[in-house]
């Protein structure tokens, strides 16, 4: 996708609805609503923390209202370079969330998370993410369990991230080594039984 550099704060949120890295869709299984975002899709050296703080506060979190909701964050392809804000903008953007956004917040599901941001979120989780936050972030290594807490049919999820998700299957030994201090890393393999076949599961 290509990436056009845009200078001030309105044309940055422009750039962020073109690039729909922030959608609300849908519910999960419990009824929340779901705040889907696509970190492949977040040009992070084209936008300000001023920009970011600003898209939210205006396109997603009226819509959200005042009720619980979860978020479904896919990591999938993220590169550090391209990708991630720097961890003084998250926390400056996690800091600037009303009290009822924080608390409405129930669950953030972390789809296809690897190695270098397991170790990431293990050491700096607590410290960026105040008031219970990193307790509610809950790994998700499979699409398959995925749908057992959202709603398959109401989340639109990019070609990209199913292909990287069979890849996986295939290619079990690509997981191996995400070892987190985590307790809710849903669908992880067993390090001590391998299997050669597809560990998809029938849902």
Avoid at 16 to 35: A, N, P, S
Avoid at 56 to 80: A, C, M, N, W
Wanted: with cysteine; hydrophobic share 35%.
């Amino acid at each position: 996708m290509q990436i056009v550099t845009a200078n001030s704060v309105s044309d940055q949120g422009q750039l962020i609805e073109k690039m729909e890295i922030f959608k609300i869709q849908g519910r999960d299984k419990r009824g929340r609503k779901i705040l889907r975002i696509i970190g492949k899709f977040l040009p992070a050296r084209e936008l300000s923390a001023e920009s970011l703080k600003k898209y939210l506060e205006e396109k997603i979190f009226p819509k959200l209202g005042e009720r619980p909701f979860s978020v479904v964050y896919v990591h999938t392809d993220v590169q550090r370079s391209d990708n991630f804000p720097g961890i003084s903008t998250l926390r400056s953007i996690y800091e600037a969330l009303p009290i009822n956004i924080k608390e409405n917040l129930e669950a953030v599901y972390f789809v296809h998370p690897g190695l270098q941001s397991k170790i990431f979120l293990a050491t700096f989780g607590r410290f960026l993410f105040s008031g219970g936050l990193y307790a509610k972030l809950k790994y998700v290594n499979r699409l398959d369990f995925l749908w057992d807490h959202i709603r398959r049919q109401e989340i639109e999820i990019p070609d990209f991230v199913y292909d990287h998700d069979e890849t996986l299957e295939y290619r079990p030994m690509m997981d191996y080594g995400m070892e987190s201090d985590h307790p809710r890393v849903y669908g992880a393999p067993a390090m001590e039984s391998p299997t050669p076949y597809s560990m998809r599961c029938i849902s």
